[in-house]
């Protein structure tokens, strides 16, 4: 007769066993494969299998990939940074302030999503471009006398239109830790002599702070991987480090090349996530929230 | 400690020239259309014990959340030492609350948890000292580096303890908090609590649905129903001389044989029972011609009495064994009745018995 | 054409799993050998394969065409690479990427003797080296244009030519370039004056000079457009006055009133050609219908519905005399001595060069 753990063990075996062949098969399988490729060598149009480390070497000393994986980590810390700093303040609202109306506040705040990246590109042109809304009225008011082009087709547009593209992630992140935040921790705080700030600064953002983590993590990730935005609001300077191994893979096909980069993107992101949360963990504050429930 | 038959009336009786602690006039909570507390009145003494008793849904809960400052006031008001903190909020009122499931913060360590409450009225220099003593005193002196999830319910509740008295409030509130300890725990808690009140020698304002936690607890005792007060007093005196058939079932589930008032003068009762015609003391509402309950406390009541006692026949319908004693039912005087009874070899189900109790112990409660 | 593959990824997936699934199938499904086809399986442009294009093919009783379309000419390569030939009777590549595909074995030789209309060539068709390889024919070009400067001619106060691109500071941020290494450079080349022979061989020193002027013109620049339908639409808000462009923006905003301008620099045009190639997997059967699709495509109707329609130019000068006069201006078949002027795409050898360089220019 099979004991229970057995039992258990079986029922694991065959709920898991789609995600694992799935993940398997369509996520680690072709990383292992561009991974293998990053050792071989292109001659015109084959792919020679002659292991060697060259094209690491052209990624860490060329100064173009080398910044193009910098600018890809420094704006993606920056838009998270940003969404944080705004989606805070309207997930406190909805989690702590709404109660009627909260689902459909939510649904509002996910509207954007199901537009398109490429709708809501075009809507900020219309906005930020030389001869768009903002700098008609700005015209009109005669704040200025030409128009501001560095508006649109700028690194500062596009940070703008990839800050409101991830914010609902950032918004959702927080909400969850806000709602999941016990309730009665807060009359605990007034009880104790708290008033409304001192309540969020000592016990409402400490203990959301993980929901920021998980939000600022996706951001991050999002923005490293959009090269849609960058390339379509950016202008010259649109260029991110996706779009490069794009060009290689597609237009030069340096396969190898390409694999070399996406892997030492890819270890520059883990690394740091990994850095991330060890600190995180390790700290006093991270070791306290993970013990809880 | 006995009281007279004046305080029963509703006030808390201050003792001597000092002035009640807290004073609720006309106290009301609405939900909605949903009028939970209904202009209740009631008064706190300094260094007492009180508890509010009541089944779940009475409104005591929201009493402890109005004087906390959690729920704003619907109607009437609140005065603490003679200040009306009505409209005070909740971190300006020197009240501590020990919450129903603790509530710790639980990014923070035992020590910071309790250091809180001080740190936030910026009372830093004498921090350290005080929630030294206070975890002392609740014996969590070795579990200050600990965050809450590391302690069972016992210590976490300790920790709340401490947490709150640690401030030296006026008022201390405490919301059913041992309601999610166990049955032995709780025991033990309740033995401490009474220790560390006395020690203290603040008032505890105690919430709790469990009588024998009230009766074990208190010396002042508020038992409610549906919103209202339906008696205050001493935990002795409510048992003994209950005002309503409510409060007589609530508290101990006292057996109510229902009898027709003939007389009433000065707070003695004359009625017909099914035993015969009786003469005792009665609660506030009762009236002559009137129907009413005679109030007989199960231990009160004895298998085989003397001849002398007043006694009527039976038939026991269950007997429920309980180690050094048994409660039986037995069906007579109209109605099933329970009585405890000790070394009582033979009584089983069906025996006829008689049934009989003393004129002593007799109350009459309105109806 | 339109280099715009957002969805390609998903695409090639489908694909994919397509193709293991046909490989799987494959022993069962053996066809029998030369039975007439049920139909021919064209890889192509959606612009080129609209129904009424084909329907006096099908009238005429042409095997039934199931097509499939390309987002661009690198997917196309990658899904044949990919090994996806065997689906695939007829594909339209580029003929600047014939080599590639050759090379890469996934062509077989096409037999001129069943596309009669292959005689009707325009002579730098008959006469380039491209899609031919040991005396073999294996990509044969199908249709042409040239990729011009678009301007807008109200914003503007002369013809533009490359140099306003890379020193027009009068227009300094509404200028652009497309986003693709191979155009992006040899417009460069032609700007700073690699001779006509040697711009597709570039070394590592004429690189450098190019890098250097793509560097001062991208300061020019508002943005590199990747579809010509942002162009189209950068145009229109006035975002950009002046651009290397595709032909469609320049009728497509005439149409709609604007005022627009198209310049070919006499420094040199960039010209552009896609082929039409059997994949080396193809069955006897459908490379005998493909054969006959190809005729057809280079034949006299097909060339007057896509020179009245695309407007586009066929390889063949079949059609041009049943053209009006303007309808052959449109399609630059008017004076055929211009085709001489064109600079034909071709593939360098280095291109994995020019890529990185053009990243660099973006990244700087």
């Known amino acids: 007769m099979a004991s229970l753990e057995d039992t258990r063990r079986k029922e694991f075996a065959v709920l898991a066993t789609p995600a694992v062949l799935f993940v398997g098969a369509f996520c680690i399988a072709p990383l292992a494969l561009l991974f293998l490729y990053s050792f071989y060598r292109v001659d015109f149009v084959a792919m020679v299998p002659d292991l060697n480390l060259r094209n690491y070497a052209t990624v860490v000393t060329s100064e173009t990939y080398r910044t193009l994986i910098g600018k890809a980590m420094l704006h993606g810390a920056l838009v998270a940074g940003f969404t944080a700093v705004l989606a805070y303040p309207l997930a406190f609202f909805i989690a702590m302030r709404v109660k009627v109306y909260k689902a459909a506040l939510l649904t509002a705040l996910l509207i954007p999503l199901y537009t398109g990246d490429l709708v809501r590109i075009f809507a900020w042109r219309v906005v930020l471009g030389a001869e768009g809304i903002l700098n008609t009225f700005l015209l009109w008011i005669g704040a200025t006398e030409q128009p501001i082009m560095a508006l649109l087709f700028s690194t500062g547009a596009s940070l703008l239109v990839l800050t409101y593209n991830y914010l609902p992630f950032m918004v959702l992140a927080i909400w969850i830790a806000l709602e999941l935040l016990d309730r009665s921790l807060l009359e605990a705080a007034a009880d104790l002599g708290a008033g409304r700030f001192r309540t969020f600064r000592h016990v409402v953002l400490p203990l959301t702070l993980p929901g920021v983590l998980v939000g600022a993590l996706m951001v991050f990730a999002l923005v490293i991987g959009d090269y849609l935005t960058p390339q379509l609001i950016g202008g010259s300077s649109g260029v991110t480090v996706i779009s490069a191994i794009h060009d290689l893979f597609g237009a030069a096909f340096d396969w190898p090349l390409g694999g070399a980069i996406a892997w030492v993107l890819m270890a520059v992101l883990v690394t740091l996530i990994a850095a991330l949360a060890t600190l995180a963990l390790r700290s006093r504050l991270g070791r306290a929230l993970l013990r809880t429930r | 400690m006995e009281r007279s038959e004046s305080e029963l009336s509703g006030d808390a009786g201050d003792e001597g020239a000092q002035s009640p602690l807290l004073v609720a006039r006309n106290l009301t909570k609405d939900y909605g259309p949903v009028r939970a507390v209904r202009s209740v009145d009631f008064t706190l003494r300094h260094d007492s014990f009180v508890t509010i008793l009541g089944p779940s849904g009475c409104g005591k809960t929201s009493i402890l959340r109005m004087i906390g400052g959690f729920e704003a006031v619907s109607g009437g008001e609140l005065t603490l030492d003679g200040v009306d903190i009505t409209a005070v909020p909740a971190n300006r009122r020197p009240v501590n609350t020990v919450f129903q499931q603790y509530a710790l913060f639980p990014h923070l360590s035992v020590r910071d948890n309790v250091a809180f409450g001080l740190r936030m009225k910026g009372r830093t220099a004498e921090m350290a000292k005080r929630v030294d003593e206070a975890l002392a005193i609740v014996r969590m002196e070795a579990m200050a580096d600990r965050f809450p999830a590391q302690l069972s319910g016992g210590q976490q509740q300790r920790v709340a303890l401490a947490r709150a008295f640690v401030n030296q409030p006026r008022l201390l509130l405490l919301d059913e908090p041992l309601s999610a300890l166990d049955r032995k725990m709780r025991k033990h808690m309740q033995i401490e609590l009474k220790e560390l009140r006395q020690r203290l020698g603040m008032t505890f304002f105690y919430v709790t649905h469990d009588q024998d936690e009230a009766f074990a607890l208190s010396d002042w005792m508020i038992v409610m129903n549906h919103g209202v007060i339906e008696q205050q007093g001493a935990p002795q005196d409510i048992y003994r001389r209950p005002a309503n058939a409510y409060v007589a079932d609530f508290i101990g589930g006292a057996n109510l044989v229902p009898v027709t008032v003939m007389a009433k003068r000065d707070g003695v009762a004359g009625a017909d029972t099914p035993m015969g015609r009786i003469e005792c003391p009665c609660a506030a509402g009762v009236a002559a011609g009137s129907t009413a309950f005679l109030c007989l406390r199960a231990e009160h009541l004895v298998l085989s009495p003397a001849a002398t006692a007043r006694a009527f026949d039976g038939v026991v319908t269950h007997v429920i064994f309980q180690g050094d004693s048994k409660i039986v039912e037995v069906e007579g005087a109209g109605r099933r009745l329970t009585l405890t009874a000790a070394g009582t070899d033979g009584v089983e189900p069906g025996s006829a018995v008689r049934v009989g109790f003393d004129d002593a112990h007799a109350w009459i409660v309105a109806g | ?364």
């Open chain 3, 1 to 364: 054409m339109a280099d715009f593959g957002t969805s390609l990824d998903r695409r090639r997936f489908l694909k994919l799993c397509a193709a293991a699934s046909a490989v799987t199938a494959l022993p069962l499904a053996t066809r029998p050998a030369q039975a007439k086809a049920s139909a021919v399986y064209w890889l192509t442009w959606e612009n080129l394969a609209k129904a009424e294009y084909l329907a006096p093919y099908l009238a005429a009783g042409g095997v039934p065409i199931t097509k499939g379309f390309i987002g661009s000419d690198d997917e196309q390569f990658a899904k044949l690479r990919a090994g996806g030939g065997s689906e695939w009777d007829l594909i339209t590549p580029g003929i600047d990427k014939a080599e590639l595909y050759i090379a890469s074995n996934l062509l077989q030789p096409l037999d001129l003797s069943k596309i009669p209309n292959a005689a009707h060539l325009y002579a730098p068709f008959k006469t380039s080296p491209l899609g031919k390889k040991d005396g073999k024919t294996y990509n044969i070009p199908f249709y042409w244009g040239i990729n011009p400067i678009v301007y807008r001619a109200d914003l503007m106060d002369k013809e533009p030519d490359w140099s306003t691109l890379f020193e027009g500071e009068k227009y300094k941020g509404r200028l652009a370039m497309r986003d693709y290494a191979l155009e992006g450079i040899v417009i460069s080349a032609l700007y700073v004056g690699i001779p006509r022979d040697k711009l597709f061989k570039m070394g590592a020193k004429e690189l450098a000079e190019c890098k250097k002027a793509l560097l001062a013109q991208k300061k020019l620049l508002r943005t590199y457009w990747n579809s010509i339908g942002d162009l189209t639409n950068l145009f229109a808000s006035g975002e950009v006055v002046c651009a290397f462009s595709w032909v469609p923006p320049y009728y497509d905003l005439k149409a709609r009133g604007l005022n627009m301008g198209m310049a070919k620099p006499k420094q040199g045009v960039i010209g552009w050609c896609d082929s039409l190639a059997i994949p080396a997997q193809s069955k006897p059967e459908g490379v005998e219908a493909a054969h006959a699709l190809i005729n057809y495509l280079l034949g006299p109707e097909y060339g007057k519905l896509l020179a009245v329609g695309g407007p586009y130019a066929q390889s063949t000068d079949i059609a041009r005399s049943s053209l009006t006069d303007e309808q052959q201006e449109r399609i630059f078949v008017k004076d055929l001595g211009v085709m001489d002027s064109f600079v034909w795409k071709e593939n360098p050898a280095n291109y994995g060069d020019w890529v990185r360089l053009w990243n660099e220019v973006k990244a700087s």
